[in-house]
């Protein structure tokens, strides 16, 4: 289905921008920079755990931040936006070519100049963890399969795996879709898919790949596909009108109180169980989220809000397209070896590593992608 001509509601999104266009949505690059905030708490070293208490809570609040499923749920957006051609073919939008250089131009070059960094830097602490089949295995994306290597290089980046994945089923996905292959099933048959892939690979204990249902849920396409799902789904309504444009707030408002509700709840089952693989944890995870990411996207996709509003201002924008240099940087042996060099505070942390970011984004991330995007089409902004 092609792009629809905006509506009402996306109308106002339209700035005097030169970035500006029919599919760049301000709000939701602003919301990038909330995602990456979330992720930079998710992974902040806080220290042992408090005695049971206030400061327990908070501190079990605090680690259960996650930022990811709204970066995962956004990615589906934009792409079934962006790039789905209207037809059944596979084909994406512009053809093959255009769409996976896009998609490696504005990934991989940071991605890889920060893991040679990272190894470099590994090698001269003399770190065991530098060999070529590390090495490897960290630029080709391929480590996230494996439970043993996931956390190597930069650690966070185990999810571009994910993004990858994603990125080389779009096309499938949408166009199955149109040849009557609902969308909701497409998730249920990527599970089973996942499972008898641990069933066949774990067996054979090969450094953890597929190793187990657990690693297979949290850490692979196949457990994490729902939010890639739900935003493929809400840019079908978009594209239609669909989504409409009720009065007040009740869809942002709702999204993010239920964002929040499963993040406490998220807390409480890890003050009681200490267990990431515990099932409940699980299903927080890849459904609660999801469900909470979509509600409040429907809102700033629909809604006029003051929200919306901040997220669509100078600043968040700037904060949004900086975000993917931000997530790179924000853990691992690069930004440890600068928090070891400034005072043991995380808002001046978090400062350092905003404005490292935006510096790196504006010097090199996007010089970088506009030399390699290729040039068929114009782009808004970077994706």
Not at 80 to 99: E, M, V
Not at 217 to 237: D, I, N, Q, Y
């Amino acid at each position: 289905m092609p792009a629809a001509e905006p509506s009402a509601s996306a109308a106002s999104y339209t700035t005097s921008s030169p970035l500006a266009s029919r599919d760049y949505l301000p709000a939701l690059t602003g919301l990038r920079a909330i995602a990456a905030w979330l992720v930079f708490f998710n992974h902040y070293p806080l220290g042992p755990i408090p005695p049971p208490g206030i400061a327990r809570a908070i501190q079990y609040l605090v680690d259960e931040s996650h930022g990811l499923p709204l970066l995962l749920l956004l990615s589906g957006f934009l792409i079934a936006l962006r790039y789905d051609s209207g037809t059944a073919n596979f084909r994406p939008k512009g053809g093959w070519r255009h769409y996976l250089l896009g998609r490696l131009a504005r990934i991989y070059p940071l991605y890889a100049l920060l893991t040679l960094a990272t190894f470099a830097l590994l090698w001269y602490w003399q770190s065991p963890h530098v060999t070529p089949g590390l090495i490897a295995l960290n630029l080709t994306l391929l480590r996230s399969f494996f439970d043993e290597y996931k956390f190597t290089g930069i650690g966070q980046a185990w999810s571009l795996t994910l993004f990858e994945c994603f990125y080389l089923a779009a096309p499938f996905v949408l166009s199955l879709q149109r040849r009557g292959l609902p969308l909701w099933l497409q998730p249920l048959i990527l599970l089973g898919l996942g499972t008898g892939l641990v069933a066949l690979l774990a067996p054979l204990k090969l450094h953890g790949l597929f190793g187990s249902y657990p690693f297979m849920l949290s850490f692979t396409f196949f457990g994490h596909s729902l939010e890639f799902f739900v935003g493929v789904w809400l840019a079908r309504r978009y594209q239609s009108g669909r989504l409409g444009s009720p009065a007040g707030i009740s869809r942002t408002l709702g999204g993010a109180l239920l964002y929040v509700a499963v993040t406490v709840a998220l807390g409480f089952t890890q003050a009681q169980f200490h267990n990431p693989d515990h099932p409940l944890t699980l299903v927080l995870n890849l459904v609660g989220f999801p469900a909470a990411g979509g509600l409040l996207f429907a809102g700033l996709l629909s809604e006029y809000s003051w929200f919306r509003q901040l997220l669509s201002g100078n600043l968040f924008q700037k904060l949004g397209r900086s975000s993917y240099s931000f997530y790179l940087l924000h853990a691992g042996p690069l930004s440890f070896w600068v928090y070891e060099r400034l005072p043991n505070f995380w808002l001046l942390q978090l400062l350092a590593v905003q404005i490292a970011s935006y510096i790196l984004y504006v010097m090199l991330e996007l010089p970088v992608y506009s030399l390699l995007k290729p040039q068929r089409r114009v782009v808004s902004s970077i994706e």
